[in-house]
């Protein structure tokens, strides 16, 4: 199973369409994990046209954003919980091991900052944004290879 995480794309500022850079990726999508800051609905319905998307809910999302706080599913059986702000970076893996007992991974954004971290069984990522790069040298989304329930590669790709 391939997967696109994605977050704060904060359209229609900064996503007008979907990037070609970030669409090529999509196209082989076999699901997408949006992990908050879609900021308006329509970017979930463009996003669903390459692949079953999964959003929760950022701090900038519009009324018209209908998505969770957070999140837990089942991706080819891998345990996956998603949340928009995990918090500070200090005690973040431990912090996120309590609030999602049962994950193998934790997808999460707000920060715009790739991370890819993991620690006692747990794996956290942030796939960083592709269109707000902020202080980051590139825009970048995540990319998940998961195989018998095992996530065997994630990836943060730069596409800017």
């Known amino acids: 199973m391939n997967v696109v995480v994605l977050s704060d794309t904060h359209a229609p500022r900064r996503w007008k369409s979907c990037p070609p850079a970030v669409a090529e990726h999509l196209r082989s999508a076999d699901a997408i994990l949006h992990a908050g800051d879609v900021c308006v609905a329509g ?16 701090n900038n999302d519009g009324p018209d954003v209908v998505a969770p706080e957070t999140l837990e599913l089942d991706l080819g059986g891998l345990r996956v919980a ?6 500070t970076a200090q005690g973040r893996l431990a912090r996120m091991r309590r609030r999602f007992p049962s994950a193998d991974l934790v997808v999460f ?3 715009h900052i790739p991370m890819d971290q993991a620690a006692d069984g747990l794996r956290i990522f942030n796939p960083g944004s592709p269109t707000d790069r902020r202080r980051q040298p590139h825009g970048t989304l995540g990319t998940l290879r998961v195989e018998d329930g095992r996530l065997v590669e994630a990836r943060i790709v730069p596409v800017t």
């Open 43 to 58: 970017v979930i319905d463009e996003l669903a046209s390459y692949a079953p998307v999964h959003v929760v809910k950022g």
């Open 109 to 111: 954004g707000h920060s």
């Open 82 to 87: 998603m949340i928009h702000d995990s918090g």
